[in-house]
Every structure is written in C-alpha cells, then in structure tokens.
Nanobody, 122 residues
Framework: QVQLLESGGGLVQAGGSLRLSCSAS????????MGWFRQAPGKEREFVAA????????MYADSVKGRFTISRDNLKSTVSLQMNSLKSEDTAVYYC???????????????WGQGTQVTVAS
C-alpha cells in the first residue's frame, strides 16, 4: 500500500518562506508523477504544482508561479515544495499526491497524504 507523509507545515509571517516535504513509501517512486494540492477552509482542493516522472517537466498554478518551486529526489523517494514570498491567501492544508497522469485535477492522482497545515499571518 502506498503511503505519503507530509512535513514542514507551520505558521509563518507574510513574505516568509516554508519548505514542505513528502516522503513516499512506494516501489518505483520515479514511475510516478508527484503533485501538491491545497485546500483552504470552505473551498475545494486546488492544484498547486506537479513534477513529472524524471524531473523533466514541472507545472504550477498561476497563483504560485514564480514563488513556489517543486522538486523531487528519486533516490530518497521524496518530493518537496519550496514556498517563498508567502501570502495570507496561501493559507491552507497542503496535500502531497501521486499518480501516473501528469495533470492538474485531483482525479489525475491515485494516492494522497494526510495533509499539513500552512498558515500565513498577515
């Protein structure tokens, strides 16, 4: 069974930075697309970033482009999200996700972590 475990969330002031990490217990980690989504209270879960199988392609939501960076380490089976210039609207629970389709929809991903809270104080 695939398990994803996020870490690195917390409280930060607007303009600050956080780095989220996701550790995957899955065979052949490099066969999977990895993504980050987020869900704010009262809102639907939304796409943040994704990285393709061998770190060749990345994509971002417009709202985070230029501020967030996704990366992966296939040897360690981890994916990270470096978040800079954080804004209050970035406050949400952030979820790590994995799948075989390189997409932006939640249905493109087959397994999910439990989420980690990110709170940006203005």
């Amino acid at each position: 069974q695939v398990q994803l475990l996020e870490s690195g969330g917390g409280l930060v002031q607007a303009g600050g930075s956080l780095r989220l990490s996701c550790s995957a217990s899955v065979r052949n980690f490099n066969d999977y697309v990895m993504g980050w989504f987020r869900q704010a209270p009262g809102k639907e879960r939304e796409f943040v970033a994704a990285i393709a199988w061998r770190d060749v392609s990345v994509m971002y939501a417009d709202s985070v482009k230029g501020r967030f960076t996704i990366s992966r380490d296939n040897l360690k089976s981890t994916v990270s999200l470096q978040m800079n210039s954080l804004k209050s609207e970035d406050t949400a629970v952030y979820y790590c996700a994995g799948g075989v389709k390189y997409g932006t929809r939640t249905i493109d991903y087959n397994f999910w972590g439990q989420g980690t809270q990110v709170t940006v104080a203005s």
